[in-house]
């Protein structure tokens, strides 16, 4: 059993009495300060602070606005450390609590933790292990969503195959869950399955399993009794996934409940070629937000708008930010997404959970690794922030400097200036507005790019009348230079002076404009998947993911496309095993 929810208490005596009473009377209003009242009476244990928790399922799920998810964590194979993230502390959640977010998800990967035969018996360490993370998380004021999660494809998606085995499973997974957590708070919710999938089944199929999986997961929770009988519980669409059908399809499972603490829950992880970079999608460009807008419309459409509240249980991109690897996506661009998503999340009602797998919150620091990015999301919780068409000003070092412009995007603010440090730049001297076109001065850009060393010589930055403000980067270029190598099918590398610059993409054709790499319906393939810069090592290396793709004896013409607008011309061939690699 965890020792922070049961420890011993003692009857207030003497002049603690007084301080008792009053917290009572905070808890009974909702008021906060609690803690701090406990303290002052010389608790030995601060209490929990008093959450309020909203009588309708709508209102407590916006009271969870925003969240965050500690993942690859408890939902790591086979252990809480296996995927490079140290174990949870309690004051990993004060840190989440104190950048404004009010509730947490908490993955679990129950699988290699529980008997694989019946009954299934969850060992008690990790259970109770579970339940200290829960209760560290409850006892900062936070709602907590606690789930199955990786089991959905390790053992839930051969439901084809041992319909009856898994459902077993299932039903006694969540029955143990559902004993240890009954006496919790309502601040606690339960989600059935993280992203539901099933093997060998058709469309018809999965919507039955998964209605069943849900139905089931209703009906164990809700007999289990405790706070279990009105415990807000999480239902997910198949696969997590936001089309109108599937929507439709847990829908109707929640209608046939007739519970009105359902909540529905779906991810959404952006236009999948700009979500990881294919397909030249490189920028957050009216395709993409097209798809943002039309998912969470409809979101509301099918459940917000017929009070049904919506968790969007996981939200990013899928290869960034991605502290492991090279960005594959741009920021600026990864900035955009981020502004746009919270305000169509808010406008549509819909409360977020932010996937965090260790990049945006160290675990090891506690501290945010891009205050920048983390600013401009919180700010999205609750209003809109300028932006521009691109975070950088590319300054050519072997040309002269000529003026540079910028398009604006104000997204209902007012542009208030540029600032590098605390320094107002000049308006009229330094730069230009014409309407949304922000134009650096010739002379400021010859200010601001210095001795005009590569790479970024000046940091600017864009303040409108709200929200956060937008950084621009100006840079010394030159055009990258790549030199001939020579390698084997599995990697080659390729030296890269890349003089300030940064890539954005690579096209790869046969020689008869056919296209090369796995991707073969795009000449444009995915960033670090098939390629990766290493701008410190000065190297572009072509992995065996695209090296072992392409045809023997059959030449290839690579075009790495940078964000300056530089192109560099290079050609690879595969021959038994060993790969030759010459620039233009």
């Given at each position: 059993m965890s020792t922070v929810r049961h420890r011993a208490r003692r009857r207030a005596q003497g002049p603690g009495r007084l301080a008792a009473l009053l917290l009572a009377l905070l808890v009974v209003l909702g008021l906060p300060g609690g803690t701090a009242v406990a303290a002052a009476a010389g608790a030995t244990h601060p209490a929990r602070p008093a959450v309020r928790v909203p009588a309708t399922a709508v209102d407590a799920v916006a009271a969870m606005q925003p969240s965050w998810n500690v993942g690859n964590t408890l939902d790591a194979i086979p252990d809480e450390t296996s995927w490079g993230n140290p174990a949870i502390t309690k004051a990993m959640f004060d840190a989440v609590r104190d950048k404004g977010f009010r509730s947490v998800r908490i993955p679990v990967t129950w699988n290699d933790h529980q008997s694989a035969a019946a009954p299934y018996t969850v060992d008690a360490t990790f259970m109770n292990r579970v339940k200290q993370v829960v209760d560290w998380a409850l006892a900062d004021g936070l709602y907590v969503v606690l789930n199955v999660h990786h089991d959905s494809w390790q053992w839930i998606a051969n439901m084809s195959t041992d319909h009856d085995g898994v459902l077993a499973r299932f039903n006694s997974t969540w029955t143990q869950i559902s004993t240890t957590f009954r006496d919790e708070p309502r601040t606690l919710l339960f989600e059935s399955v993280n992203e539901p999938q099933f093997n060998n089944a058709t469309d018809t199929q999965k919507a039955q399993f998964l209605n069943e999986l849900n139905t089931s997961f209703h009906t164990i929770v809700r007999s289990s009794g405790g706070g279990?009988?009105?415990?807000?519980?999480?239902?997910?669409?198949?696969?997590?996934?936001?089309?109108?059908?599937?929507?439709?399809?847990?829908?109707?499972?929640?209608?046939?409940?007739?519970?009105?603490?359902?909540?529905?829950?779906?991810?959404?992880?952006?236009?999948?070629?700009?979500?990881?970079?294919?397909?030249?999608?490189?920028?957050?460009?009216?395709?993409?937000?097209?798809?943002?807008?039309?998912?969470?419309?409809?979101?509301?459409?099918?459940?917000?708008?017929?009070?049904?509240?919506?968790?969007?249980?996981?939200?990013?991109?899928?290869?960034?930010?991605?502290?492991?690897?090279?960005?594959?996506?741009?920021?600026?661009?990864?900035?955009?997404?981020?502004?746009?998503?919270?305000?169509?999340?808010?406008?549509?009602?819909?409360?977020?959970?932010?996937?965090?797998?260790?990049?945006?919150?160290?675990?090891?620091?506690?501290?945010?690794?891009?205050?920048?990015?983390?600013?401009?999301?919180?700010?999205?919780?609750?209003?809109?922030?300028?932006?521009?068409?691109?975070?950088?000003?590319?300054?050519?070092?072997?040309?002269?400097?000529?003026?540079?412009?910028?398009?604006?995007?104000?997204?209902?603010?007012?542009?208030?200036?540029?600032?590098?440090?605390?320094?107002?730049?000049?308006?009229?001297?330094d730069y230009t507005v014409s309407g949304n076109q922000l134009t650096l001065t010739a002379a400021a850009l010859t200010r601001l790019a210095g001795n005009r060393a590569y790479g970024v010589d000046a940091t600017l930055r864009a303040r409108f009348s709200q929200g956060a403000s937008w950084q621009i980067s100006v840079i010394s270029y030159d055009p990258p230079v790549l030199s001939d190598a020579t390698g084997t099918s599995s990697s080659l590398t390729i030296p890269t002076q890349f003089r300030g610059d940064r890539l954005a993409t690579m096209e790869a054709r046969y020689a008869d404009g056919s296209n090369a790499g796995p991707a073969n319906w795009t000449p444009y393939q995915e960033f670090n998947s098939t390629f990766t810069p290493d701008y410190t090592g000065n190297s572009i290396t072509l992995t065996s993911a695209f090296l072992s793709a392409i045809t023997d004896g059959a030449p290839v013409t690579l075009t790495f496309d940078f964000w300056s607008g530089a192109t560099a011309t290079y050609h690879v061939t595969k021959s038994t095993g060993s790969v030759t690699g010459t620039a233009s």
């Open positions: 279990n009988a009105d415990r807000m519980l999480v239902l997910p669409t198949l696969g997590c996934t936001p089309s109108q059908d599937l929507m439709d399809n847990l829908a109707g499972t929640m209608g046939s409940l007739h519970d009105s603490n359902l909540v529905a829950t779906v991810h959404y992880y952006g236009y999948w070629p700009f979500s990881v970079n294919i397909a030249g999608g490189t920028r957050y460009d009216a395709t993409s937000q097209k798809d943002m807008s039309d998912a969470f419309t409809r979101m509301h459409d099918t459940f917000v708008a017929k009070g049904i509240p919506v968790y969007l249980g996981e939200y990013g991109l899928l290869s960034y930010p991605d502290y492991t690897h090279t960005d594959s996506v741009e920021r600026g661009e990864a900035l955009k997404y981020f502004e746009d998503l919270g305000y169509q999340a808010r406008r549509n009602g819909v409360t977020t959970a932010l996937w965090d797998a260790g990049s945006f919150l160290n675990r090891n620091t506690l501290q945010w690794r891009d205050p920048g990015m983390m600013d401009l999301i919180k700010a999205s919780w609750s209003t809109r922030s300028g932006t521009a068409s691109s975070d950088t000003v590319y300054v050519r070092k072997s040309a002269p400097i000529t003026a540079q412009t910028l398009t604006l995007n104000p997204n209902g603010t007012s542009f208030q200036g540029l600032w590098q440090g605390s320094t107002q730049l000049a308006s009229g001297r």
